[in-house]
T-cell receptor, first 116, second 114 residues
Framework: AQSVTQLGSHVSVSEGALVLLRCNYS??????LFWYVQYPNQGLQLLLK??????LVKGINGFEAEFKKSETSFHLTKPSAHMSDAAEYFC??????????????FGQGTILTVHP | KAGVTQTPRYLIKTRGQQVTLSCSPI?????VSWYQQTPGQGLQFLFE???????NKGNFPGRFSGRQFSNSRSEMNVSTLELGDSALYLC?????????????FGNGTRLTVT
């Protein structure tokens, strides 16, 4: 079975500061990894995905994440936070095979607050 | 391309009633998945449908069921509602539901059970 741990349920940064949201995963087989963002009263929007190509993945809105197999991590970063980045962020894992059809295992989420 | 559409956006039901939620996937997507989101349990997988067949199921009681139509649209039904069923129900679609295929989510249906 797969699992995801997001370190820090709340992260607060100043506008223009580095954003770092931490995600560690557990999987017995090579994983697919995703980051999603959720704004209030909305669904989840895909930020980026890792599917075993390049370990450094660039996503939308200036976000990127690096897959580190040795650390089983997939941390999300953005060099300079904007007020519009305030939202809840979810890391998710899936694997190949029939038991994984349509199934993502999500972390508990990290709420990002951006101060002016 | 239109995104995933879920209707209705909000529902209020009474314990013991049943409810049906609807989802229209992105055009060309044949896999539809359903998730329950609550503050306590987070995002939990309910089930996945592809070509009108349920291929995968999460750990939910039989009161939760779904179906998919030939045009890939999907419905989810919850019978004998309980207070604990109050949640945001999210539908997601993908091309084929395979592990590497990203899911595209709708804005959800917020169900309140009183």
């Amino acid at each position: 079975a797969q699992s995801v741990t997001q370190l820090g349920s709340h992260v607060s940064v100043s506008e223009g500061a580095l954003v770092l949201l931490r995600c560690n995963y557990s999987s017995s087989v090579p994983p697919y990894l995703f980051w999603y963002v959720q704004y209030p009263n909305q669904g989840l929007q895909l930020l980026l995905k890792y599917t075993s190509a390049a370990t450094l993945v660039k996503g939308i809105n200036g976000f990127e994440a690096e897959f580190k197999k040795s650390e089983t991590s997939f941390h999300l970063t953005k060099p300079s936070a904007h007020m519009s980045d305030a939202a809840e962020y979810f890391c998710a894992v899936s694997v190949g095979g029939g038991t994984s059809y349509g199934k993502l295992t999500f972390g508990q989420g990290t709420i990002l607050t951006v101060h002016p | 391309k239109a995104g995933v559409t879920q209707t209705p956006r909000y529902l209020i039901k009474t314990r013991g009633q049943q409810v049906t939620l609807s989802c229209s996937p992105i055009s060309g997507h044949r896999s539809v998945s359903w998730y329950q989101q609550t503050p306590g349990q987070g995002l939990q997988f309910l089930f996945e449908y592809f070509s009108e067949t349920q291929r995968n199921k999460g750990n939910f009681p039989g009161r939760f069921s779904g179906r998919q139509f030939s045009n890939s649209r999907s419905e989810m039904n919850v019978s004998t509602l309980e207070l604990g069923d109050s949640a945001l129900y999210l539908c997601a679609s993908s091309l084929d539901g395979a592990g590497g295929s990203p899911l595209h989510f709708g804005n959800g249906t917020r169900l309140t059970v009183t």
